[in-house]
């Protein structure tokens, strides 16, 4: 199945304009990155495909149709959420909330029949039988998150929205995730849109990355094309973030300035106010888009 975000924005009351003119492709068996600091757009966008928020403009569509019927769109698109324990039931054990799913969203009624799918997507993310009848909080952060993950399998979904899936986990676990995902898609060819602050983990994971700022995104193209050659100066600012570890996507508002207000944002490029490239059109006129080749692109007026 392939999921598509055309031109949507969203904005909400106050006019706060989260997202504007955004789209985005997610296809069957590729991984998209979208990268970007607190307050860009990301999360709103994965809800907005998760059919959380409705577009204020634009169309979700999927395998190129409208989307009509929520029950039936959940049945392929799920959304992994940055917290797992909080996104299962604390007082419900591994087999009832997988086996829920199961039986919802597939049919399935009797207590083996259930059991046994339930114990072969538990499988399928790494986790064996005896994980059925426990509870979240006798696991890890990172088990929680694998049964999240099999929760999403078991309506038999093709999409899978990952927001910061990996962000609560600790660090010696993070790769196993990042692993599983790479493997579903693998296996399974699932489309999958993975949001994270960290960019060298969307290089690790991506096949593409997206780059928001400001509700926008503002240049995209293949992983090894949008690490290796950054166009954008928000981008190539990301970029010499990530390799010092002392340092975070955060430390930008301290170098650079914040983030754009989003009910006031600053005329022609969003970016402008902190850019070091920034010239008097900048300040005047959005940027063009500026195909660079490769499938990759920037809206910059360094390109123009």
Not at 22 to 30: A, C, I, S
Not at 125 to 151: M, Y
């Amino acid at each position: 199945m392939t999921l598509e975000a055309i031109a949507v924005t969203k904005e909400f009351p106050g006019g706060v304009r989260a997202v504007e003119n955004v789209t985005v492709r997610l296809r069957p068996g590729q991984i998209v990155g979208l990268v970007g600091e607190s307050g860009s757009g990301k999360t709103t966008l994965a809800r907005m495909l998760a059919l959380f928020h409705a577009p204020t403009r634009g169309e979700i569509r999927l395998n190129g149709e409208p989307v009509r019927k929520a029950r039936e769109y959940h049945r392929h698109v799920q959304l992994i959420f940055q917290d797992p324990f909080s996104s299962l039931n604390s007082l419900r054990t591994v087999g009832y909330t997988v086996g829920r799913a199961l039986r919802i969203h597939r049919g399935l009624r009797g207590r083996k029949e259930v059991e046994a799918a339930a114990i072969e997507l538990l499988q399928q993310v790494n986790l064996s039988a005896d994980f059925l009848t426990k509870l979240p909080h006798e696991l890890s952060g990172g088990q929680r998150q694998r049964v999240v993950i099999a929760r999403a399998l078991a309506v038999g979904s093709s999409v899978l929205l990952a927001d910061e899936p990996i962000s609560m986990l600790d660090v010696s676990i993070r790769l196993d995730i990042l692993n599983l995902l790479a493997d579903l898609r693998d296996r399974q060819g699932l489309a999958i849109l993975y949001i994270t602050h960290d960019i060298a983990s969307a290089r690790y994971l991506c096949d593409e990355i997206s780059v928001m700022y400001g509700g926008q995104i503002i240049e995209s193209g293949p992983a090894d094309e949008v690490i290796r050659n950054p166009r954008h100066p928000y981008t190539q600012l990301l970029i010499d973030c990530a390799p010092d570890p002392s340092r975070t996507i955060q430390d930008l508002e301290v170098e650079y300035g914040e983030p754009p207000s989003l009910t006031n944002a600053p005329p022609g490029c969003r970016f402008q106010p902190r850019c070091p490239h920034a010239t008097s059109i900048c300040a005047q006129q959005a940027p063009p888009r500026a195909h660079l080749g490769n499938g990759q692109w920037a809206d910059c007026w360094l390109y123009a």
